[in-house]
C-alpha cells in the first residue's frame, strides 16, 4: 500500500542540509543518556506495537495541547485563534515522527532531518513549511518540558498489545532516551555556541 507523501516532510530528500552535529558529537550524546543497541532494538518491537495506535496517541497528545491555551498558541494566530490547517498539517508529521523515532536508523541523515524539525520550531523556521501566520517561535521551555508528556502518555499505548512487563519496560525506557536524545538535538539552535 503506497501512502501520499506528507506535505513538508523532507526526511528522505537528498537536499536536505546536514547536521553540523558531528557522528561524535552524537555518540556521546547519545551514550550521556545510555542509549544503546538494546534500546534500538526495543524501538523496533515497539513501532509494531504502535503501528495502529498512532492515531489515538496523536489524540492523546493534541488533547493535552488544546486543553492549555499556553500550549495551543503556537498552533494560532498572533491574536490567539487556533488555524486548523496548521494543527493538521503537523499532526500528519508528528505521526510520522513517531514511525521514525521507532525505525529510522540514527545516522547522519537523521541527524540532519532532528537539525529541521528543531529550526522549524525557532524563528529560523517556524511557520515557513506551512506558510501558517502564527507565532515565530516556540520556547525551548517548552520543547524541554514535553518530554515527559510525550513519554509519560506513551505507556499505555505500549503495553496495549499484551507483552511481559519487562519487554514493556524496555520499550518504554528506549522511547524515553530517544525522544530525550530528540530534544537536545533540538535544543542545538536555541543555545548556539554553547550548546
Same mark, same amino acid.
Given at each position: 500500500?503506497?501512502?501520499?507523501?506528507?506535505?513538508?516532510?523532507?526526511? &528522505?530528500?537528498?537536499?536536505?542540509?546536514?547536521?553540523?552535529?558531528?557522528?561524535?558529537?552524537?555518540?556521546?550524546?547519545?551514550?550521556?543518556?545510555? =542509549?544503546?543497541?538494546? &534500546?534500538?532494538?526495543?524501538?523496533?518491537?515497539?513501532? /509494531?506495537?504502535?503501528? &495502529?495506535?498512532?492515531?489515538?496517541?496523536?489524540?492523546?497528545?493534541?488533547?493535552?495541547?488544546?486543553? $492549555?491555551?499556553?500550549?495551543?498558541? $503556537? =498552533?494560532?494566530?498572533? /491574536?490567539?485563534?487556533?488555524?486548523?490547517?496548521?494543527?493538521?498539517?503537523?499532526?500528519?508529521?508528528?505521526?510520522?515522527?513517531?514511525?521514525?523515532?521507532?525505525?529510522?536508523?540514527?545516522?547522519?541523515?537523521?541527524?540532519?532531518?532532528?537539525?529541521?524539525?528543531?529550526?522549524? $520550531?525557532?524563528?529560523?523556521?517556524?511557520?515557513?513549511?506551512?506558510?501558517?501566520?502564527?507565532?515565530?517561535?516556540?520556547?525551548?521551555?517548552?520543547?524541554?518540558? =514535553?518530554?515527559?508528556?510525550?513519554?509519560?502518555?506513551?505507556?499505555?499505548?505500549?503495553?496495549?498489545?499484551?507483552?511481559?512487563? &519487562?519487554?514493556?519496560?524496555?520499550?518504554?525506557?528506549?522511547? =524515553?532516551?530517544?525522544?530525550?536524545?530528540?530534544?537536545?538535538?533540538?535544543?542545538?539552535?536555541?543555545?548556539?555556541?554553547?550548546?
Amino acid at each position: 500500500m503506497t501512502h501520499a507523501p506528507i506535505p513538508g516532510y523532507h526526511y &528522505d530528500d537528498p537536499a536536505l542540509p546536514a547536521s553540523p552535529v558531528t557522528t561524535e558529537d552524537f555518540e556521546q550524546l547519545a551514550a550521556a543518556t545510555l =542509549f544503546s543497541e538494546a &534500546d534500538i532494538t526495543a524501538l523496533k518491537q515497539a513501532s /509494531e506495537v504502535l503501528a &495502529d495506535q498512532t492515531e489515538q496517541i496523536l489524540d492523546v497528545w493534541y488533547g493535552f495541547v488544546g486543553s $492549555h491555551p499556553h500550549l495551543l498558541a $503556537h =498552533f494560532a494566530t498572533p /491574536e490567539g485563534a487556533p488555524i486548523t490547517e496548521y494543527l493538521a498539517a503537523v499532526r500528519r508529521r508528528f505521526g510520522q515522527w513517531i514511525t521514525d523515532t521507532c525505525t529510522r536508523p540514527y545516522d547522519a541523515r537523521w541527524l540532519a532531518q532532528q537539525e529541521e524539525i528543531a529550526l522549524r $520550531h525557532t524563528t529560523a523556521k517556524k511557520n515557513t513549511t506551512d506558510g501558517a501566520r502564527s507565532v515565530p517561535h516556540v520556547p525551548l521551555r517548552y520543547m524541554i518540558a =514535553f518530554i515527559y508528556p510525550i513519554t509519560a502518555t506513551m505507556r499505555p499505548f505500549l503495553a496495549a498489545k499484551g507483552h511481559a512487563e &519487562d519487554e514493556v519496560e524496555a520499550m518504554h525506557q528506549a522511547w =524515553f532516551k530517544a525522544v530525550t536524545l530528540q530534544v537536545a538535538l533540538w535544543s542545538r539552535p536555541y543555545a548556539g555556541g554553547g550548546w
